[in-house]
């Protein structure tokens, strides 16, 4: 009884939990970095760089504006952390995943959406005028990106599904199970829009650099995190790395799960280097090219094409092909 | 040990704020260039940030002018401690060309403590990348004084 309690503590601090979450999150994002650097023939931060610039901000002072709501200035950065970590916890990642429902991607799709309200609600409680335009913008981006992802999810859904009674499945489990028995789901002609859709929307609920139109550091003071200093800032910045393994690890269980080779280790290496490799799809050669899109670029280009793309499949999955 | 880490990555990602006190702008494109991919200073972790809140090293260019006086202070006065002062050109220097101007109100250490002052009109890029890497190792120095005297108060408490 005490080992399996023990056990479940160690799956939610150490694997595929808490720790292991931050140091995959910190190593794709400081290799992400890496990446564009060497792009764009620069050498490039040091790997660890993410790790750095926590620890750094954990070591400077923390000043909250007399303006701000002091509960929910240092709160908010903490929660949308907190949730993030839960949100990881229902992705399978080599095995199967800590938690699990019948309705993990429901769930999922709340908790992000709430961790980017939290980044919303911090910025609202500091009272700085350009938090108030980033978090407009911040609200911009999710209605633009959520449309897009929810369909991308329902047309995944269905596929995984039609083995079914319901049709439409929303557990990660049935999804991965569905995916061992046929081919992974990218496999299938019908679902590459909606891979690239995903590709798409992953940069944008990130907010990596051409879609970070909350953050803007040239026109907004850092949008959001205008009056963030200190431990709450190195929370907000960790969080984004998480962020990144979150997405891409969504991407590799919706579309690439139920891989197995029997062994653990070699199911995580082989997880690890997709995460690469969408991490460099979706997140390294739009930052590597493009400049910042402007609001209503990204609210157009996500509500036509992104949407459309994603569209596409579902139709195709909806009647059958 | 945890502090030790800490204090070690305070040189390893010093950000950079850039206040412009009146320059001419030909230090603000060189301090610009050495971000580039040329000179390509994020190598050593810098980064330009848009905040004073979020800032490290405090970049001053330009001869103070009475204008921008007020606004430097209030700026100055927002960012976290520890932060180094780096004065950039020979402007906030001696005041370089505009000396004796009825409009300008420097040098720059009447206002603040400056740690690292970089000459030059406009100071090369590899002047200003040495400038910042001496900076961020005071930065870490401010650090770890800052932690010993914390330690010395408590200890009076106690
Ligand atoms: S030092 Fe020279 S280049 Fe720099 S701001 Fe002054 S006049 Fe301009």
Not at chain 1, 139 to 145: F, K, L, N
Request: proline letters at 5%; glycine letters at 8%; charged letters at 15%.
């Amino acid at each position: 009884m005490s080992f399996d309690i023990l056990w479940f503590a160690f799956h939610i601090l150490i694997f595929p939990g808490l720790l292991f979450i931050v140091v995959m999150g910190v190593l794709l994002m400081g290799i992400n970095n890496k990446m564009v650097a060497r792009m764009q023939n620069r050498v490039g931060p040091p790997i660890l760089q993410p790790w750095y610039d926590f620890l750094k901000c954990c070591g400077k002072e923390t000043i909250i504006p007399r303006r701000a709501q002091k509960f929910v200035f240092i709160g908010a950065p903490i929660l949308g952390f907190a949730v993030l970590i839960t949100a990881a916890l229902f992705i399978p990642f080599g095995g199967s995943s800590v938690l699990s429902s019948t309705g993990d991607i429901v769930v999922i799709l709340y908790l992000l959406t709430f961790c980017s309200v939290m980044s919303i609600v911090g910025a609202a409680a500091s009272g700085s005028p350009y938090a108030g335009v980033g978090l407009s913008r911040e609200m911009v981006a999710m209605i633009a990106y959520e449309l897009p992802f929810v369909l991308v999810l329902l047309a995944v859904g269905k596929l995984a599904g039609s083995d079914s009674a319901q049709g439409v499945t929303f557990s990660l489990a049935t999804i991965t199970e569905w995916q061992t028995a046929h081919l992974p789901v990218i496999c299938h002609i019908s679902m590459i829009p909606a891979a690239i859709a995903m590709l798409f929307v992953i940069p944008c609920e990130i907010g990596m650099h051409p879609f970070d139109i909350a953050e803007a550091e040239t026109e907004l003071c850092e949008g959001t995190l205008t009056e963030y200093s200190g431990a709450p800032l190195g929370v907000y910045k960790l969080t984004h790395c998480v962020k990144v393994y979150v997405m891409t690890a969504l991407f590799t269980a919706l579309f690439m799960g139920g891989i197995t080779t029997g062994m653990v280790v070699v199911d995580v290496l082989i997880k690890i280097l997709v995460c690469l490799v969408v991490t460099f799809l979706s997140m390294t050669l739009p930052h590597a090219v493009c400049a910042r899109f402007k609001v209503e670029q990204v609210f157009k280009f996500y509500w036509t094409f992104v949407s459309a793309l994603a569209l596409i499949s579902l139709v195709l999955v909806w009647i059958g092909l | 040990m945890f502090q030790k880490m800490i204090d070690d990555s305070m040189k390893r990602s010093p950000w950079i704020f850039h206040i412009n006190a009146g320059s001419c702008n030909g230090c603000d494109i060189e301090l610009v260039s050495v971000l580039t991919p040329r000179y390509d200073a994020e190598r050593f972790g810098f980064r330009l940030t848009g905040s004073p809140r979020q800032a490290d090293i405090v970049v001053v260019s330009g001869p103070i002018t009475l204008q921008s006086r007020d606004r430097m202070i209030r700026t100055l006065a927002q960012v976290p401690e520890p932060f180094c002062v780096v004065s950039l050109g020979s402007c906030p220097r001696s005041g370089n060309v505009f000396k004796g101007s009825y409009a300008i109100d420097g040098p720059l250490e009447k206002w603040t403590h400056v740690d690292v002052s970089v000459g030059g009109c406009t100071p090369k890029p590899e002047a200003i990348i040495a400038a910042l890497a001496k900076a961020s190792a005071i930065l870490e120095e401010k650090r770890k004084a800052m932690r010993q005297a914390d330690k010395a108060d408590k200890e009076k408490r106690s």
